[in-house]
């Protein structure tokens, strides 16, 4: 007889079922896109309103950033326990509170950290947004699903360059204010229409709840047309009770479960978003400093993100024709190499945009990928928290990355060689995924075998 997961993993896909719920997820991810673009428009303009030096305007997506980080694994932790549903929501109303806030901010402190509250709500969307759209996902098309859910991000990103692009007529002084305002009202309405998702019936059957379970279970199976057949309910222990350390607990296991896959999703999360946050976050400051003026510099940042789109439909299908550690393995390194000639070029602008332009296509190959990949790399119990986790630790060490590239890396060694040091990263952490985590493409989410031996395994062509 089969379980109640694999019944739900085998549903044929359909949009106004499991496309509605790849939709709404969709769409929390694309603001967490737009307000982490968005801080590299807000750091000039912020500057020059509160006349700050270097230093200071890194706070401006450094706060943002942490927030996240702290946001990431506190919604985590709060998926896996409480439920995806109730996460779902309540990380976008948070986010929609705070950023209408910081539009109003009186003072630079005040604005650092209403963006880092901003952040602590935005921070939990990546991780219960992926881990809900995967459990809804049927087995032979997740991994393209998951993949195709990064579009979201450039999408995101490109609004947001629009969004400032033609808000560079009004005064700089109030301009900051309304590029915040403008993100509210639509993060208000996603809130509103995301009540209306259901729980993951995988969290439910994990947590010991059969019967809500199976009701939506059974209406899956009536809604896709689905052949009805009888299942059980793999029932685990019922979730505990949120507390303090319920987060950090969550920590050990998710060691304890598998040293290696742990620390290949920390290492590939931390250097490829260090490569592109670093990038992102000062594009718009690295191109007005070379002499562009808001127009262009703000132009050639939407250029990187929008190119991203055709990136992340290419990425859908390469992870599952040849696998994500594959895609990963060429995709993010050759990235690197693109933002290293950007840099290069810059005196000469035309050549320069292409550079940019192809690190903002091969970057957006590799992180949906990179996605699905760590998401599919734990079992339900810790699919929240351990993507939570390892996007935790990225966002740490990208939230740094703005103080860091702004202050030290960028003023004593240049772009060049400050971009060529994040590309050797990411080498060194796609090498160590080489041995580190097994190939996912095509296997059940908890019967993914993490063994040794099967690390780096190829798998049966999707079907068989």
């Given at each position: 007889?089969?379980?109640?997961?694999?019944?739900?993993?085998?549903?044929?896909?359909?949009?106004?079922?499991?496309?509605?719920?790849?939709?709404?997820?969709?769409?929390?991810y694309?603001?967490d896109a737009?307000?982490?673009?968005?801080?590299?428009?807000?750091?000039?303009?912020?500057?020059?309103?509160?006349d700050?030096?270097?230093?200071a305007?890194?706070?401006?997506a450094t706060?943002?950033?942490?927030?996240?980080?702290?946001?990431a694994?506190?919604?985590?932790?709060?998926?896996?326990?409480?439920?995806?549903?109730?996460?779902?929501?309540i990380?976008?109303?948070?986010f929609?509170?705070?950023?209408?806030?910081?539009?109003f901010?009186?003072?630079?402190?005040?604005?650092?950290?209403?963006?880092?509250?901003?952040?602590v709500?935005?921070?939990?969307?990546?991780?219960?947004?992926?881990a809900?759209v995967?459990?809804?996902?049927?087995?032979?098309?997740?991994?393209?699903?998951?993949?195709a859910?990064?579009?979201?991000?450039?999408?995101?990103?490109?609004?947001c360059?629009l969004?400032?692009?033609?808000?560079?007529?009004?005064?700089?002084?109030?301009?900051?204010?309304?590029?915040?305002?403008?993100?509210?009202?639509?993060?208000?309405?996603?809130?509103?229409?995301?009540r209306?998702?259901?729980?993951?019936?995988?969290?439910?059957?994990?947590?010991?709840?059969?019967?809500?379970?199976r009701?939506?279970?059974?209406?899956?199976?009536?809604?896709?047309?689905a052949p009805?057949?009888?299942?059980?309910?793999?029932a685990?222990?019922?979730?505990e009770?949120m507390?303090?350390?319920?987060?950090?607990e969550?920590l050990?296991?998710?060691w304890?479960?598998?040293?290696?896959?742990?620390l290949?999703?920390?290492a590939?999360?931390?250097?490829?978003?260090?490569?592109?946050?670093?990038?992102?976050s000062?594009?718009?400051?690295?191109?007005?400093a070379?002499g562009?003026?808001?127009?262009?510099?703000?132009?050639?940042?939407t250029l990187?993100?929008?190119?991203?789109?055709?990136?992340?439909?290419t990425?859908?299908?390469?992870?599952?024709?040849?696998?994500r550690?594959w895609?990963?393995?060429?995709?993010?390194?050759?990235?690197?190499v693109?933002?290293?000639?950007?840099a290069?070029?810059?005196n000469?602008?035309?050549?320069?945009?292409?550079f940019?332009?192809v690190?903002?296509?091969?970057?957006?190959?590799a992180?949906?990928v990179?996605?699905?990949?760590?998401?599919?790399?734990?079992?339900?119990?810790?699919?929240?928290?351990g993507?939570?986790?390892?996007?935790?630790?990225?966002?740490?060490a990208?939230?740094?990355?703005?103080?860091?590239?702004?202050?030290?890396?960028?003023?004593?060694f240049?772009?060049?060689?400050?971009?060529?040091i994040?590309?050797?990263?990411?080498?060194?952490a796609?090498?160590w995924?080489?041995?580190?985590?097994?190939?996912t493409?095509?296997?059940?989410?908890?019967?993914?075998?993490?063994?040794?031996?099967?690390?780096?395994?190829?798998?049966p062509p999707?079907?068989?």
């Open positions: 007889m089969k379980t109640g997961e694999q019944i739900v993993q085998a549903l044929p896909w359909k949009w106004n079922v499991q496309g509605r719920v790849f939709v709404i997820g969709g769409l929390g694309m603001f737009w307000d982490v673009v968005l801080n590299g428009f807000l750091t000039p303009l912020v500057g020059d309103y509160w700050l030096g270097i230093g305007r890194s706070l401006v706060a943002n950033l942490i927030g996240m980080a702290v946001g694994v506190l919604w985590g932790s709060i998926a896996d326990k409480m439920g995806r549903k109730k996460a779902f929501s990380t976008m109303l948070i929609a509170i705070f950023s209408v806030l910081g539009a901010s009186p003072n630079f402190t005040i604005f650092v950290i209403l963006r880092f509250l901003a952040g709500g935005l921070g939990g969307c990546i991780p219960v947004d992926y809900i995967s459990e809804f996902s049927p087995a032979k098309l997740r991994g393209r699903i998951l993949a859910m990064d579009i979201w991000w450039p999408i995101g990103g490109t609004v360059g969004v400032a692009t033609l808000l560079v007529p009004i005064d700089a002084d109030i301009r900051w204010r309304w590029m915040l305002v403008f993100m509210v009202l639509p993060a208000l309405l996603l809130f509103w229409v995301r209306s998702i259901p729980e993951s019936p995988l969290f439910l059957a994990q947590a010991g709840r059969e019967k809500e379970a009701v939506i279970i059974d209406d899956l199976v009536t809604r896709t047309g009805v057949e009888k299942y059980s309910i793999e685990k222990k019922s979730p009770k507390s303090i350390g319920t987060a950090f969550q050990r296991e998710i304890r479960f598998n040293p290696r896959i742990t290949t999703a920390w590939l999360f931390v250097t490829i978003m260090l490569l592109y946050y670093a990038a992102l000062w594009m718009p400051s690295i191109l007005r070379q562009y003026g808001d127009y262009a510099a703000f132009t050639g940042t990187m993100t929008s190119v991203g789109i055709i990136g992340v439909l990425s859908a299908w390469l992870c599952e024709a040849f696998g550690k895609v990963i393995g060429l995709s993010a390194p050759v990235a690197a693109a933002l290293v000639l950007f290069l070029t810059l000469v602008s035309s050549t320069a945009l292409v940019l332009a690190f903002g296509f091969l970057i957006q190959v992180i949906p990179l996605y699905a990949y760590v998401s599919e790399l734990y079992p339900t119990s810790m699919r929240a928290s993507f939570g986790w390892a996007s935790s630790v990225s966002r740490v990208t939230g740094l990355a703005p103080l860091l590239f702004g202050t030290v890396l960028w003023p004593i240049g772009l060049p060689i400050t971009f060529a994040t590309g050797i990263a990411v080498l060194a796609v090498l995924m080489t041995v580190g985590a097994p190939e493409r095509g296997r059940d989410l908890d019967h993914i075998d993490t063994s040794p031996n099967q690390v780096g395994a190829t798998v999707i079907g068989r």
